[in-house]
Nanobody, 120 residues
Framework: QVQLVESGGGLVQRGGSLRLSCAAS????????MGWFRQAPGKEREFVAV????????YYADSVKGRFTISRDNAENTVYLQMNSLEPEDTAAYYC?????????????WGQGTQVTVSS
């Protein structure tokens, strides 16, 4: 059973930073790409970032490029999302995804989500 547990969300002011973490278990973490998605109230879930299984390749949504950084620690079975220069438009529930395609399409497994709220 694959489990993904996100943490690190919270309330931050415009221009601030947060670091999200996603701890994975249930299958060999280092075999799979990992991604982050987000969903704002009343909107569809959207792709944010993906990192390849070995950490060498990343791909970002245009809306976060240059502000967010995805990384992973295969020894710790954890993927991270460093979010800088946060804007109110970044307010959403953020979800970790396992098996994400490098094109941004989601894989099969999801975490429960962590809320990020950016105040103006």
């Amino acid at each position: 059973q694959v489990q993904l547990v996100e943490s690190g969300g919270g309330l931050v002011q415009r221009g601030g930073s947060l670091r999200l973490s996603c701890a994975a278990s249930g299958r060999t973490f280092s075999n799979y790409n990992m991604g982050w998605f987000r969903q704002a109230p009343g909107k569809e879930r959207e792709f944010v970032a993906v990192i390849s299984w070995n950490g060498r390749d990343t791909y970002y949504a245009d809306s976060v490029k240059g502000r967010f950084t995805i990384s992973r620690d295969n020894a710790e079975n954890t993927v991270y999302l460093q979010m800088n220069s946060l804007e109110p438009e970044d307010t959403a529930a953020y979800y970790c995804n396992s098996g994400t395609w490098m094109t941004g399409l989601p894989g099969r497994y999801w975490g429960q989500g962590t809320q990020v709220t950016v105040s103006s």
